[in-house]
């Protein structure tokens, strides 16, 4: 069925020719528990050690660092606390300004605010959906003013302290062109991999450029614990001050209460980190069918006219977290539609976050140009994702 | 063995006697899982629903909001969070001074410094070990200003928002007599019921007399969800609020990713939830066996001189979450050797938690006269709570 001109139902028909899973409702990602999910949770509830002390954490921080090749993991609650936490440790103070990208979830620039600092919105690129180091490296130019005190904002005089980069739906940012302008700007560079977990920049897993990272173990995360997040990082002096701030800053002692820094009750359960360690020992299986029905996705939409899957950049591997069709600019009117139709035949379509600038609340925070921010969130369209939807070998 | 001067073998011996179960190690508190704990996590991990969306979160939070007799439960990922969520939607603002009890586990505190607001110390009482009322009036009476916009600092210049009480280790505090001082001085009243569920002020569960009020299901309390909290309300349009913002804010929609204010990810997961529901159907034995093991220490120790065993008041009804002795004033030098024997016996004991005036982070906070909070903090002996030390029937 190739037409010459795109329609919703082009679209819908591409969409249920890659689902070998016929029967909707078919989700955008949902979560698979073949393994030995059950065996971990049902230890923890036959031990009682579901809560705050187990060895379930420990191993879930030890396998989530050899899994990414970080020095330290630190398993946290949720993908947002791992964020606030990261901005913390990597020395963002309340009042600070913040370079976030326009188009990411909500959570990359709450957690600025939970820091007490201010999100300064930058454009993404258009083919990686990262931060567009051109466009960034523009816009300090124009409004950065290098002090011995580091890199200052002319226009508010508020000083910039980070970076963060998201790599959006899976696809790796382009870290080389982006960790340069953070040296040369005197910018710490921090990454939010909550998103592209088991994805690869130039050969090596995301969330190893910054200096913290964070991964998000959501239930609509390629792996789940439930609710969950992770600190990454390879300096160990900042990862024992992001274990230590997440539970408590409690001084270590047989018996006595102590505290030395107002700490976080940020904890990941080890009832949660143990789902985790089961869904890890799947996470290379589900890479792969993930990357099967990518595969899929690629080459019905070649056909196509009038939109484009998104392939993974030519530097880097995907975790292909959320499948993502791109309607050119003169189809964009098309979205909704698509949408509509596409949910109301119980396929899970959506399209990306509304940019950030665009939300109430952050509507008065600084701003770069972009506009490849609004010209994508207008085009892309997330198509259903979750490995069960490829049929096991 | 009556002896007329206490000693560490006596506490020790008292101990054991009291329980049944014999085999050390004894914890302070461990969970019980003898319900429907593993039917129900086994039913989210076979239907996928294990994170932000399931039913377990609705039941757990009516379940809750009908056990405690509030109109509202907001179910979050623990109790710490609970009580930054109270604070902010009980219209505490940065910048503001927050009053806390002086003796209470250190989330009470670090949580209003999450909100940017500042912790003031309160004392405690020595009959209940929650605020102190006669204190806390003679102490706003010598500090506060009451003006059109509320009570401030006369020392700070800074509002005083809120007082919160804390009903330590389950014994609830005077309620009829804060409550009475905070509308006298315009004090909006936070419970933080974390260690009192189960316990009951003049027939009323604890949490219906604040404005809005926190629980905590850690693993070390009465029921437990691995990591967890709630926030309660009887008034709806705050309960509300509590849920939008614990949920990233984001405004309902079929596939539109817009939120309309800075939001948190603090909700807890479904599969913590269905814990939660299952540990709420065992919460009536499991708070009638502690009842059972309270009532047994309190036997015991009224014949050991210089030291008490701490009843519940007589105005209400405690849970008796932890155990508590209190050495007489000339006993206290006996509190450390006491925690040495019976933690060398494998009898888990431990001291309360160091004032919060004498953490470094809080010691330049304000505080008022906390006499009675350094005297029971250097007297206070926790002793082993769990339901299991009472056998079935």
Sequence with gaps: MIKTKLDPSIVAATLTTCLNKGVAPIALHEPSFRGNEWLFVKDCLDTGWVSSVGKYVDKFEQEL????????????????????????????????????????FVATTSAVKHCGANPHF????????????????????????????????????KKISALVVVHTFGHPAEMDELAEICSEFKLT???????????????????????????SFNGNKTITTGGGGAILTNDARIGEIAKHITTTAKIPHRW??????????????????????????????????????????????????????????????????????ILDEDQAQLRDPILELTN???????????????????????????SNSISMASRIINIPSSPCLTPDV
Excluded at 130 to 138: A, T, Y
Excluded at 194 to 211: D, F, M, P, R
């Design 65 to 104: 660092a050899a899994f990414t090749g970080v020095k330290r993991a630190v398993a946290v609650v949720n993908g947002t606390a791992s964020l606030q936490i990261a901005f913390e440790v990597a020395g963002v103070c309340p009042g600070d300004e913040v370079l976030v990208p326009d188009l990411t």
């Design 122 to 157: 930058v454009d993404i690129s258009v083919t990686s959906l990262g931060v567009d180091p051109q466009k960034l490296r523009e816009g300090l130019e124009k409004i950065g003013r290098q002090t011995p005190e580091g890199l200052f904002n002319l226009q508010t005089g």
């Design 189 to 215: 560079l921090v990454e939010d991999a909550a998103e592209s977990i088991g994805s690869y920049y130039k050969g090596q897993h995301t969330g190893n450029v910054g200096l913290v990272s964070t991964l």
């Design 256 to 325: 006595k209460f102590a505290h030395d820094r107002v700490g976080y009750n940020f904890r990941m359960p080890n009832i949660n980190a143990a789902l985790g360690c089961a869904q890890l020992e799947s996470l290379p299986l589900l890479l792969s069918k993930k990357r099967d029905l990518a595969a899929r996705y690629q080459i019905a939409f070649e056909e196509i006219p009038g939109v484009k899957f998104l392939a993974e950049p030519k530097y880097g591997k995907s975790n292909y977290w959320l499948n993502t069709l």
């Design 344 to 370: 109301n035949q119980g396929i899970q379509t959506r399209p990306a976050w509304e940019p950030m600038h665009t939300l109430p609340m952050y509507a008065d925070c600084q701003r770069m140009d972009v």
